[in-house]
């Protein structure tokens, strides 16, 4: 395997430097990012916001989440396999799949109200405060991916553990 580097290339920046213009508002991101996350298994938590990342296009938060997931102990397959998950069902668990569907649900809202048939899906497979802290998790991922996306914030820098 060679590796090669793209002469001429330069190093991205982003478009605006959000986090350290609004520290009160990334603060209280952090903090609610922290709270959405009680009580949801590490990984399925990763997948979910990988894939909300995926669908809104957010490098950064894909990187992020990404590397998040393999240190927890997520596999290279499923994270891989993650952007045609429908196609790639027997890799996931029937609550994944579920947390899944309901993560594209809330995610793509152009489509109209989250499906009656999605949302009973997942509440077969969550207990009440797991499914409010769910959609609380994807609901926080979307906005991270509204900054990321909009102030275009490069990926390829974190390490797990550096973003707290």
């Known amino acids: 395997m060679t590796t090669e580097t793209v002469t001429g290339a330069t190093e991205a920046a982003p478009r605006l430097e959000w986090a350290k213009l609004v520290p009160d508002v990334h ?18 938590y990763e997948l979910v916001k990988i894939r909300a990342s995926q669908i809104n296009h957010c490098a950064f938060c894909i990187d992020m989440h990404s590397k998040d997931a393999l240190a927890a102990g997520e596999s290279v397959e499923r994270i891989v396999q993650l952007s045609a998950w429908e196609e ?16 594209e649900a809330v995610t793509v809202l152009t489509d109209g109200f989250v499906p009656d048939e999605v949302y009973e899906k997942a509440a077969a497979h969550f207990e009440e405060t797991e499914l409010a802290q ?12 509204r900054f990321g996306v909009t102030c275009r914030m490069v990926p390829g820098h974190y390490q797990p553990g550096t973003h707290k």
């Open 134 to 145: 769910l959609i609380a998790a994807i609901t926080v991922i979307n906005a991270w991916n």
């Open 88 to 103: 790639s069902r027997h890799f996931y668990t029937g609550k994944e799949l579920a947390a899944l569907e309901l993560t």
């Open 27 to 44: 603060k209280a991101m952090i903090r609610l990012d922290t709270a959405a996350r009680q009580g949801l298994d590490l990984r399925l």
